[in-house]
């Protein structure tokens, strides 16, 4: 249970940060410590690998 638990976190961060990224502009999310390089890698990562 904890498992599946740990997996819904996981797709929440990631459903949250790609919201994030889509209604921010770049220079903001440079602002608060996401540059293009961390956005793109983030946005590879699987949700169940999601920290």
């Known amino acids: 249970m904890k498992r599946v638990v740990s997996v819904y976190h996981g797709w929440r961060k ?8 889509l209604h921010k502009e770049a220079r903001l999310l440079k602002d ?5 390089e961390i956005v793109e890698q983030r ?8 920290v």
């Open 32 to 36: 608060v410590g996401y540059p293009p």
């Open 43 to 50: 946005l590879r990562t699987p949700f169940w690998k999601f």
């Open 14 to 21: 990631k459903r949250d940060f790609i919201n994030l990224v």
